[in-house]
């Protein structure tokens, strides 16, 4: 007797795993025009909002990784219907304080730039997905304390491991793609947060990430953000070329070599 199993990627690929390029590049396109479009509407925030909360584990989770890397300990983290989080990391001080701080601001566009060129592919976009969702779950039953963040982020976890299993390839892509953009985006999309010297939470001050690494290092805190601002934007150029526009480039070179 054969006990059934549950795998977040398909046990056998679909039969329809091909894309055309164009298809390929059109998925794409609506991606990156849902990401701008979604957030200029009024109802769009809420179209988009699951994955902007995505955006906010993914820079949260970046301090906690960058603390766990540098040898402190990563206690907690929070994530809140605001859109805004907090990570608990323990012994930060000097130059460690300064990665922690960096993670994760620049973790999430490191992480949108694998999952834009792994995911944009049919045979590899499930694996992709099936990862992300992984990591949801298991950062939700291990540090996340807030009822809101566990229930949210576990949540989507179980939603991108459905879709890893039982989405059709395009959709997957897609899917791969938004998440992509989100991530690659997110020190943009809350740019004031780069160029702000601190916030207030729950009536105390608190000193943004900019202001942390400004602390520790030379030059002001606006230098920071601008320089880590304008590298995310590196990075997602970068992710497009290798993704989408060098395999272009690869099929029309092999087009005129056969011409």
Known sequence: MTTPSFSLTPSDPPADTTLSRQQL?????????????????????????????????????GHGIAGILTGNSFRELEIYRSLGGQASIAGAEGLTQVIVSAGGLVGPALLGALVMIAGSRARTAPYVLGALALSMVVSALIWIRNPFGF???????VVLGLAARFAPPIFRIALSQLLAVQLALASWSSRDYLF????ERDGRTLDSDTQNIADELFLPYWFWGGLIGA???VILVWAFWVAWLRPLDREQSTNQDFN
């Open 25 to 61: 590049l059109t998925v794409f396109g609506v991606a990156v025009a849902a990401s701008i479009g979604l957030g200029m509407v009024s109802w769009g925030g809420n179209v988009i909002y699951p994955f902007r909360l995505f955006a906010t584990w993914a820079h949260e989770m």
């Open 151 to 157: 229930f949210s982020i576990l949540g989507g976890g």
């Open 196 to 199: 702000i010297k601190g916030f």
């Open 231 to 233: 590298l995310s934007v």
